[in-house]
């Protein structure tokens, strides 16, 4: 590579995301806080920036936004792939791994296993412990642990239960073909029970992907749980390629009971819009929950981008960046219990003092205007807009004139949208360049978004994170414009705040 592909490939690394240093990555993967530290570990080609030679990579940080990036955690060798999974902390060394006074952490993952070994084309949950609190891992030597003979069985996650029916391990996976999540149960981790499956159910148009499994208080009452099934599925996500859905329900102990099903069996097509998505936009893949995390929380952590182009985006030598992580919470919307989604790291790490921008009830006619003052390429942007006569309104972010990112609202089809077609580099593949939408209503008359933009993202959370909308971009480094549009007629920006962090 030269010097300049490599400059320019690297404008594209994201200030606000992690993206390994020099590989490819995928999922999401063993998502921990443990010892006041977040791991993420992830889906790593340790020798290429494309799919491959599939490891656990791993990265640490103490505030959600700067990462470290460490040794490859856990690699493939001649007989497996590591796929996906999650880690747990053996609190009371169940598996005997650790000692009483020194309980390990312990990786479940899906043991790919590669034509010639022993379990050739098969996927079964396999184990891995670390003594030294994440850094290094040993693969049990009686791997796998649950077989079930399948070449479709995969992404282990293992909580922690304990309710009315005691308390154990449970592993929510996936039997990827059949729309199926698997759950299991195992007092040790390593003899398991099964105990149910949910599915098909919803959206169906493409492999069960990366499972998880947790309760979150209802409207903030610590008495009144209720349990979140997610599940990503690739395709068949609500803009094409992957995505994640999410069902709202209650677990027994054995069995997740859904109370958000709106369509049972192979999915109605045409009924794609009413379910549950974690996110409307097309990169927002894999979500899955930090185990352990501070304070209660539910943070999640998605691999920002599609399987459609993932392999073809314009970044070099790394490839794929995470999302941002998330808080996400129950409450009761319109009736039903829908998942609220805001940014959850601490955006104060960030070094040097953030500069700002700000407007006030001011009406936008028909045609573009320029914010000046209001440029930047790392940016946290909050708006609030009350609709008037024109037919689409909102933002272009990153423009320069020629290219930019629409993030709009077009009241009358009840849509909020984020075009790409004129975002950047588009050209890598035939999918990328997109209008992409999300439904969106007026809540007190007006719509309001924060968005952060980064050198190759933009994240979308409506309506005080309703609705949410992750997409790649890949624009000019020169294009840092920030402007406000409307079309075929007005609207109003009651209030915007721009924060610029680079
Ligand atoms: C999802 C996925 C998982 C699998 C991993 C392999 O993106 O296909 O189902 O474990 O990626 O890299």
Redesign the pocket.
């Known amino acids: 590579m030269t010097a300049a592909t490599a400059t320019t490939a690297e404008t594209f690394r994201p200030a606000l995301h992690y993206a390994a240093r020099s590989t490819w990555l ?2 999401p993967n063993g998502l921990i806080f443990h010892e006041g530290v977040f791991h993420l570990y992830y ?1 790593n080609n340790p020798l290429d920036n494309v ?1 491959g030679n ?1 490891s656990w990579g791993h990265a640490t940080s103490p505030d959600l936004i700067t990462w470290t990036e460490h040794a490859v955690a856990i690699a493939c060798d001649e007989d497996e ?1 590591i ?3 999650s880690i747990v902390f053996d609190r009371e060394n169940t598996s005997g791994f650790g000692t009483d006074s020194a309980p390990p952490l312990v990786a479940v993952y ?1 043991s ?1 296993f590669k034509s010639g070994s022993a379990h050739s084309g098969l ?1 079964a949950q396999s184990l891995a412990y670390s003594r030294d609190g994440g850094y290094t891992w040993t693969k049990h030597t009686a791997n796998p642990v649950l077989n079930r003979g399948s070449a479709e069985f ?2 282990p996650k293992v909580i922690r239960y304990t309710g009315d029916a005691g308390s154990y391990w449970v592993m929510v996976a ?1 039997e ?1 073909t059949d729309f199926q999540a698997v759950l299991y149960k195992s007092y040790d981790l390593k003899n398991w029970e099964l105990l149910s499956a949910f599915g098909p159910a919803n959206a169906t148009g493409g ?1 069960w ?2 499972p998880d499994l947790f309760p979150l208080p209802v409207d903030g009452d610590p008495n009144t749980l209720r349990w979140v099934l997610t599940v ?1 599925l ?1 395709p068949g996500g609500p803009n094409n390629g ?1 995505a994640g859905q999410y069902f709202v329900g209650d677990f027994d102990g054995t069995t997740f009971t859904s109370a958000t099903t709106v369509t049972e069996g192979l999915q109605d097509p045409d009924r794609l819009g009413e379910y549950q998505w974690l996110d409307w936009g097309r990169d927002y ?2 979500a899955v929950s930090f185990s352990d995390a501070p304070g209660g929380r539910r943070l999640m952590i998605a ?1 920002m981008n599609n ?1 459609e182009y993932a392999n073809h985006i314009p970044t070099s030598p790394w490839r794929s960046p995470m999302t941002l992580a998330r808080e996400v919470s129950l409450h009761t919307i319109d009736g039903k219990p829908r998942l609220i989604q805001r940014a959850a790291g601490d955006f104060a790490s960030l070094s040097g003092p953030a500069r700002t921008f700000s407007l006030a009830d001011t009406e936008i006619s028909d045609g573009t205007r320029i914010l000046d003052g209001a440029a930047g390429s790392v940016q946290r942007i909050d708006i609030t807009l009350a609709p008037g006569s024109a037919t689409e309104f909102g933002l272009i972010v990153r423009g320069n004139g020629d290219q930019g990112t629409r993030i709009g609202i077009r009241p009358t089809q009840g849509a909020l949208i984020v075009d790409r077609r004129d975002s950047g580099q588009t050209d890598f593949h035939e999918t990328f360049a997109s209008i992409d939408t999300a439904p969106i209503r007026t809540r007190d008359g007006s719509y309001e978004l924060s968005i952060y933009v980064d050198h190759c993202s933009v994240e979308v959370f409506a309506q005080d994170g309703q609705v949410t909308m992750t997409e790649l971009i890949f624009p000019a480094p020169t294009s840092t414009g920030l402007a406000v549009y409307a079309s075929g007629g007005t609207a109003t920006i009651t209030s915007l705040h721009v924060t610029q962090y680079a």
């Open positions: 995928n999922d889906q799919w599939m792939d796929f996906s999974g899906t790919a996927q995969r992404d996936v990827a492999v992907e990366c990503n690739n992957s893949y894999a691999w399987w």
